[in-house]
Structure formats: C-alpha cells, structure tokens
C-alpha cells in the first residue's frame, strides 16, 4: 500500500451519525501533519463507521493519533477509536487482479450470509466490499448480498453457485 508518508496507520471510528464526523477526524489527521491515503465510510442503523489509511511523515505512537481523534469529536459524540500501524511500501507490488460482483437474492433468513462468505472462502474467494441494505427500494424484505470479490483463481474459472438453494451453499 502507497502512501504519501513513511509512517502509516489503519484508523477506524464509529459513532452516532450525524454532520461534521469526516470534518472532526481529517481535521485531527491534518494537526499532526498527516494525510488521508484512502478512506471508506457508511452509516449502518444510525451508526456512522469509518476506516482510513493515514499516514504521518514524523514517527508516532498509535495512541497519539487515536487521542487526537477522540478530541475532535463533534458534538459529543463520544467517537470510539482504533488506530493500529500499518505496512507502507515505496512502490505497490500488489497484483491487480480482476473483480467480480456477485449478488443474490431471496428471503432473509438467520445464516445466510455466513453461508455465503463459508462459501466463497472455501473457494479461496475475498470478499473485498459488501454493501448491504436489505430495508430498501424494490426488494423490501428480501436479502441482497451482494459483493464485490476478487478471487485468486484464473480468469475463466466458474463456481457452481447459479440454481444452487441457499441450503445447497454450505
């Protein structure tokens, strides 16, 4: 993983949604003269979630950005924090590999995401995204897994999950 400093570190929040969260935290993260490298967010039943990668270009504890960030809480909120060092590098070596979507859809029912993801492991497939909001638009009631994978598998390969029943996918 790229970033634009030697000192790089995996930061997660979660706290009550609501405006100036992003705001509060990219404020923290540029006190102490770092940078946000890559950043994904959601809100999930009124809980807003965050994870960057930051990085610093002077050393310092995790703990250090992890304060910082609790002090910026907007509004109270009561930010809950995690920080850990992560591994940069001067060049990506990662291999690009091809990406697929898979989605499914049918009746929710207690399981059948660990299922699914049982499934795609065994196959030695990474779940890379999984958004999921199965409470809205036109399949109201009705699970949507849908993923974005990349296997580490050669390109033409096919996994036999078409006109497999849930109970089938184990």
């Known amino acids: 993983m790229m970033t634009r400093f030697p000192h790089g570190f995996v930061l997660t929040v979660m706290s009550d949604d609501h405006p100036g969260i992003v705001a509060a935290v990219s404020n923290a993260v540029e006190s102490l ?54 591994q940069v590098s001067d060049n990506s070596t990662e291999e690009v590999a091809e990406r697929f979507v898979i989605s499914a859809f049918g009746e929710d029912q207690p399981g059948i995401v660990r299922r699914f993801s049982q499934y795609l492991a065994g196959k030695d497939i990474n779940i890379v995204d999984r958004p999921q909001d199965k409470h809205t638009g036109l399949y109201r009631g009705f699970l949507i897994f849908h993923s974005e994978v990349k296997p580490n598998v050669k390109p033409f390969s096919t996994f036999p999950l078409c006109g497999r029943t849930d109970s089938q996918i184990a």
């Open 33 to 86: 003269g770092g940078n946000i490298d890559s950043c994904s967010q959601t809100v999930l039943g009124g809980y807003f979630t965050l994870i960057m990668i930051v990085s610093v270009p002077e050393p310092i504890e995790p703990e250090q950005l992890a304060c910082g960030i609790r002090g910026a809480e907007s509004r109270g909120a009561g930010y809950q924090v995690l920080v850990r060092p992560a």
